[in-house]
Protein backbone atom coordinates (compact mmCIF):
# COMPACT_ATOMS: atom_id res chain seq x y z
CA UNK A 1 0.00 0.00 0.00
CA UNK A 2 1.69 3.65 -1.01
CA UNK A 3 0.01 6.29 1.62
CA UNK A 4 -0.32 9.90 2.08
CA UNK A 5 -1.44 11.78 5.16
CA UNK A 6 -2.62 14.60 6.05
CA UNK A 7 -0.55 15.53 8.58
CA UNK A 8 3.10 14.16 9.53
CA UNK A 9 3.45 10.58 11.24
CA UNK A 10 6.33 8.34 12.17
CA UNK A 11 6.94 4.73 11.27
CA UNK A 12 6.48 3.73 14.89
CA UNK A 13 3.15 5.27 14.85
CA UNK A 14 2.20 3.74 11.78
CA UNK A 15 3.60 -0.01 12.94
CA UNK A 16 1.81 0.43 16.03
CA UNK A 17 -1.67 0.50 13.86
CA UNK A 18 -0.47 -2.67 11.88
CA UNK A 19 0.56 -4.28 14.98
CA UNK A 20 -3.25 -4.38 16.28
CA UNK A 21 -3.47 -6.36 12.94
CA UNK A 22 -0.88 -9.31 13.50
CA UNK A 23 1.21 -6.96 10.96
CA UNK A 24 4.17 -7.39 12.79
CA UNK A 25 6.29 -8.58 9.63
CA UNK A 26 5.41 -5.53 7.91
CA UNK A 27 7.87 -3.60 5.57
CA UNK A 28 7.14 0.12 6.02
CA UNK A 29 9.51 2.64 4.05
CA UNK A 30 8.65 6.41 4.92
CA UNK A 31 9.17 8.38 2.01
CA UNK A 32 8.20 11.86 2.99
CA UNK A 33 7.03 13.13 6.76
CA UNK A 34 3.16 12.20 5.67
CA UNK A 35 3.88 9.24 2.91
CA UNK A 36 4.37 5.83 3.59
CA UNK A 37 4.99 2.23 1.64
CA UNK A 38 3.94 0.26 3.56
CA UNK A 39 4.41 -4.08 2.84
CA UNK A 40 2.30 -6.88 4.87
CA UNK A 41 1.41 -10.56 3.87
CA UNK A 42 -1.74 -10.77 1.49
CA UNK A 43 -4.80 -8.89 3.01
CA UNK A 44 -8.44 -9.41 2.04
CA UNK A 45 -10.90 -6.35 1.68
CA UNK A 46 -11.85 -6.53 4.92
CA UNK A 47 -8.47 -6.69 6.64
CA UNK A 48 -7.46 -3.57 4.50
CA UNK A 49 -10.11 -1.67 5.06
CA UNK A 50 -10.07 -2.11 8.91
CA UNK A 51 -6.11 -1.16 8.39
CA UNK A 52 -7.32 1.87 6.48
CA UNK A 53 -9.63 2.64 8.78
CA UNK A 54 -7.94 2.28 11.99
CA UNK A 55 -5.06 4.42 10.37
CA UNK A 56 -7.71 7.35 9.83
CA UNK A 57 -9.21 7.50 13.67
CA UNK A 58 -5.71 7.00 15.55
CA UNK A 59 -3.10 8.82 13.24
CA UNK A 60 -4.88 11.37 10.44
CA UNK A 61 -6.77 11.37 7.33
CA UNK A 62 -5.19 8.36 5.14
CA UNK A 63 -5.21 8.66 1.34
CA UNK A 64 -4.57 5.24 -0.48
CA UNK A 65 -2.41 6.46 -3.73
CA UNK A 66 -2.16 2.62 -4.67
CA UNK A 67 -3.02 -0.28 -3.23
CA UNK A 68 -1.51 -3.60 -4.80
CA UNK A 69 -2.11 -7.58 -3.99
CA UNK A 70 0.44 -9.94 -4.68
CA UNK A 71 -2.05 -13.14 -4.92
CA UNK A 72 -0.85 -16.99 -5.40
CA UNK A 73 -0.06 -16.66 -8.75
CA UNK A 74 2.77 -14.72 -7.87
CA UNK A 75 3.66 -16.59 -4.61
CA UNK A 76 4.25 -19.56 -6.92
CA UNK A 77 6.28 -17.64 -9.44
CA UNK A 78 8.60 -16.63 -6.43
CA UNK A 79 8.91 -20.57 -5.23
CA UNK A 80 9.70 -21.32 -9.21
CA UNK A 81 12.52 -18.87 -9.61
CA UNK A 82 13.83 -20.05 -6.38
CA UNK A 83 14.05 -23.10 -7.40
CA UNK A 84 15.70 -22.19 -10.63
CA UNK A 85 18.03 -20.75 -8.66
CA UNK A 86 18.89 -23.74 -6.54
CA UNK A 87 19.23 -25.97 -9.34
CA UNK A 88 21.44 -24.38 -10.94
CA UNK A 89 23.46 -23.45 -8.29
CA UNK A 90 23.16 -27.30 -7.28
CA UNK A 91 24.81 -27.89 -10.78
CA UNK A 92 27.60 -25.36 -10.99
CA UNK A 93 28.60 -26.52 -7.27
CA UNK A 94 28.55 -30.16 -9.19
CA UNK A 95 30.79 -29.06 -11.67
CA UNK A 96 33.80 -26.65 -9.79
CA UNK A 97 33.65 -29.55 -6.65
CA UNK A 98 34.26 -32.11 -9.30
CA UNK A 99 37.05 -30.08 -11.26
CA UNK A 100 38.75 -28.81 -8.28
CA UNK A 101 38.42 -32.06 -6.24
CA UNK A 102 36.65 -35.48 -7.92
CA UNK A 103 32.66 -36.01 -8.45
CA UNK A 104 31.86 -38.30 -5.66
CA UNK A 105 33.14 -35.41 -3.30
CA UNK A 106 30.66 -33.04 -5.86
CA UNK A 107 27.67 -35.05 -5.06
CA UNK A 108 29.10 -35.42 -1.36
CA UNK A 109 29.30 -31.25 -0.99
CA UNK A 110 25.38 -31.08 -2.50
CA UNK A 111 24.04 -33.85 -0.42
CA UNK A 112 25.23 -31.33 2.64
CA UNK A 113 23.83 -28.00 0.75
CA UNK A 114 20.76 -29.58 0.27
CA UNK A 115 20.60 -30.47 3.95
CA UNK A 116 21.21 -27.24 5.11
CA UNK A 117 18.14 -25.92 2.73
CA UNK A 118 15.71 -28.50 3.88
CA UNK A 119 16.18 -27.94 7.68
CA UNK A 120 15.76 -23.96 6.87
CA UNK A 121 12.79 -24.95 4.66
CA UNK A 122 11.35 -27.34 7.59
CA UNK A 123 11.72 -24.93 10.03
CA UNK A 124 10.16 -21.77 8.64
CA UNK A 125 7.53 -24.16 7.69
CA UNK A 126 6.88 -25.45 11.38
CA UNK A 127 6.84 -21.88 12.37
CA UNK A 128 4.71 -20.99 9.39
CA UNK A 129 6.76 -17.90 8.30
CA UNK A 130 6.16 -15.66 4.99
CA UNK A 131 8.57 -17.21 2.47
CA UNK A 132 9.80 -13.84 0.14
CA UNK A 133 12.35 -12.76 -1.96
CA UNK A 134 14.41 -11.99 1.19
CA UNK A 135 14.21 -15.77 2.35
CA UNK A 136 15.69 -16.98 -1.16
CA UNK A 137 18.15 -14.45 -0.81
CA UNK A 138 19.01 -16.11 2.66
CA UNK A 139 19.28 -19.35 1.45
CA UNK A 140 21.13 -18.78 -1.41
CA UNK A 141 23.31 -17.39 1.15
CA UNK A 142 23.81 -20.16 3.29
CA UNK A 143 24.37 -22.63 0.00
CA UNK A 144 27.26 -20.98 -0.41
CA UNK A 145 29.18 -20.77 3.45
CA UNK A 146 28.04 -24.36 3.45
CA UNK A 147 29.92 -25.06 0.50
CA UNK A 148 33.16 -23.15 1.67
CA UNK A 149 33.16 -24.50 4.82
CA UNK A 150 33.09 -28.25 2.74
CA UNK A 151 35.59 -27.18 0.08
CA UNK A 152 38.42 -26.43 2.96
CA UNK A 153 37.49 -29.65 4.82
CA UNK A 154 38.02 -31.73 1.31
CA UNK A 155 41.36 -29.40 0.66
CA UNK A 156 42.89 -30.31 3.64
CA UNK A 157 41.87 -33.96 3.06
CA UNK A 158 43.06 -33.64 -0.42
CA UNK A 159 46.92 -32.58 1.47
CA UNK A 160 47.12 -35.25 4.20
CA UNK A 161 46.35 -37.52 1.12
CA UNK A 162 49.31 -36.48 -0.49
CA UNK A 163 51.83 -36.55 2.95
CA UNK A 164 50.15 -39.71 4.20
CA UNK A 165 52.01 -42.24 6.12
CA UNK A 166 52.78 -45.96 4.25
CA UNK A 167 49.97 -47.89 5.52
CA UNK A 168 47.57 -45.22 6.76
CA UNK A 169 44.01 -45.84 6.07
CA UNK A 170 41.89 -43.08 4.30
CA UNK A 171 39.46 -42.91 7.19
CA UNK A 172 42.22 -42.10 9.81
CA UNK A 173 43.31 -39.24 6.82
CA UNK A 174 39.71 -37.81 6.50
CA UNK A 175 39.44 -37.28 11.00
CA UNK A 176 42.77 -35.73 11.19
CA UNK A 177 41.44 -33.41 8.39
CA UNK A 178 38.21 -32.93 9.95
CA UNK A 179 40.10 -32.33 13.19
CA UNK A 180 42.59 -29.85 11.52
CA UNK A 181 39.45 -27.77 10.60
CA UNK A 182 37.47 -27.87 13.10
CA UNK A 183 38.16 -25.46 15.16
CA UNK A 184 38.08 -22.92 11.88
CA UNK A 185 34.92 -23.97 11.53
CA UNK A 186 33.72 -23.43 14.65
CA UNK A 187 35.53 -20.12 15.29
CA UNK A 188 33.81 -18.81 12.22
CA UNK A 189 30.32 -19.81 12.63
CA UNK A 190 30.38 -18.23 15.97
CA UNK A 191 31.76 -14.86 14.75
CA UNK A 192 29.07 -14.96 12.31
CA UNK A 193 26.21 -16.13 14.67
CA UNK A 194 27.02 -13.49 16.97
CA UNK A 195 26.53 -10.60 14.20
CA UNK A 196 23.77 -12.06 13.20
CA UNK A 197 21.98 -12.22 17.01
CA UNK A 198 23.31 -8.65 17.37
CA UNK A 199 21.34 -7.92 14.07
CA UNK A 200 18.33 -9.87 15.68
CA UNK A 201 18.06 -8.01 18.20
CA UNK A 202 18.81 -4.30 17.01
CA UNK A 203 17.43 -4.79 13.10
CA UNK A 204 13.90 -4.61 13.86
CA UNK A 205 11.46 -7.01 12.75
CA UNK A 206 11.71 -6.56 9.07
CA UNK A 207 15.08 -8.11 8.53
CA UNK A 208 14.14 -10.43 11.29
CA UNK A 209 12.97 -13.80 9.01
CA UNK A 210 15.69 -13.49 7.02
CA UNK A 211 18.32 -12.91 10.19
CA UNK A 212 16.32 -15.94 11.94
CA UNK A 213 16.87 -18.29 8.26
CA UNK A 214 21.05 -17.20 8.09
CA UNK A 215 21.65 -18.54 11.46
CA UNK A 216 19.71 -21.79 11.37
CA UNK A 217 21.66 -22.36 7.78
CA UNK A 218 24.73 -21.14 9.21
CA UNK A 219 24.40 -23.74 11.88
CA UNK A 220 23.79 -25.97 9.50
CA UNK A 221 25.95 -25.76 7.25
CA UNK A 222 28.94 -26.27 10.16
CA UNK A 223 27.02 -29.34 11.22
CA UNK A 224 26.57 -30.81 7.53
CA UNK A 225 30.28 -29.99 5.74
CA UNK A 226 31.85 -31.91 9.05
CA UNK A 227 29.66 -34.53 9.92
CA UNK A 228 27.87 -34.88 5.96
CA UNK A 229 29.76 -33.88 3.67
CA UNK A 230 33.45 -35.47 4.42
CA UNK A 231 32.10 -38.72 6.34
CA UNK A 232 29.65 -39.47 2.68
CA UNK A 233 32.37 -38.77 0.81
CA UNK A 234 34.28 -41.58 2.50
CA UNK A 235 31.99 -43.88 2.21
CA UNK A 236 31.12 -43.49 -1.37
CA UNK A 237 35.51 -44.18 -1.42
CA UNK A 238 35.10 -47.53 0.37
CA UNK A 239 32.07 -48.54 -1.70
CA UNK A 240 34.52 -48.19 -4.86
CA UNK A 241 37.23 -50.09 -3.39
CA UNK A 242 35.38 -53.05 -2.34
CA UNK A 243 34.62 -54.52 -5.81
CA UNK A 244 38.34 -53.71 -6.71
CA UNK A 245 39.24 -55.94 -3.83
CA UNK A 246 36.67 -58.39 -4.70
CA UNK A 247 38.60 -58.71 -7.79
CA UNK A 248 42.10 -58.85 -6.54
Known sequence: ?????????????????????????????????????????????????????????ELSEVTVLRDERVGPVMGRELIMKA??????????????VAWRFEFKQGI????????DVVIVVGVFSILQ???DSSFVAAVLTIVGFSLMDTIIIFDRTRENIHLKKKGEALGDIVNRSLWQTMSRSI???????????????????????????????????AYSSIFIAAPLWYDFKSLESKPRAARA
Not at 83 to 96: E, G, H, N, P, R
Not at 190 to 217: E, K
Open 1 to 57: MDLKFSNPATIEQVRGVLNEFELEGASIQQSSEDSFLIRTRELNEEESQGVISKLNS
Open 108 to 115: AAIIAVLH
Open 129 to 131: FEV
Open 187 to 221: NTTLAIVILLLALLVFGGVTVRHMVLALMIGIISG
Open 83 to 96: FQALALATVLILIY
